[in-house]
């Protein structure tokens, strides 16, 4: 059976951190696109980060370039994604998923997974 756990979320002011986390089971480690997802309520989920198969090649959105950044422990099976600099525009459900990677995957549309976590709220205050 397959389960993704999010943490991490909470409430900070403008500026601040948070470290999310997302713990995989059921699926094993290897050729796994893993995506980070936010949505708010009457918006389309919207791709924060997409990390390919070899962990190097990776996307970030524009609006969070140079302030996220993602690692991940392989022991674990789980990935984090490290938010900084938080802005009130951050203020969403995060969702981490993840699915078998094959060629001409559309990774960057939430509609490409399958499997997905239950989500975490990030709230930034201004």
């Known amino acids: 059976q397959v389960q993704l756990v999010e943490s991490g979320g909470g409430s900070v002011q403008h500026g601040g951190s948070l470290r999310l986390s997302c713990a995989a089971s059921?699926?094993?480690?290897?050729?796994?696109?893993v995506g980070w997802f936010r949505q708010v309520p009457g918006k389309e989920r919207e791709g924060v980060l997409i990390?390919?198969?070899?962990?190097?090649?990776?996307y970030y959105a524009d609006s969070v370039k140079g302030r996220f950044t993602f690692s991940r422990d392989n022991a674990k099976n789980t990935v984090y994604l490290q938010m900084n600099s938080l802005k009130p525009e951050d203020t969403a459900m995060y969702y981490c998923?993840?699915?078998?990677?094959?060629?001409?995957?559309?990774?960057?549309?939430?509609?490409?997974?399958?499997?997905w976590g239950q989500g975490t709220q990030v709230n930034v205050s201004s």
């Open positions: 998923a993840e699915n078998p990677w094959t060629y001409g995957g559309r990774w960057l549309s939430a509609s490409e997974y399958k499997y």
């Open positions: 059921g699926l094993g480690t290897s050729n796994l696109c």
């Open positions: 990390i390919w198969p070899d962990g190097h090649n990776t």
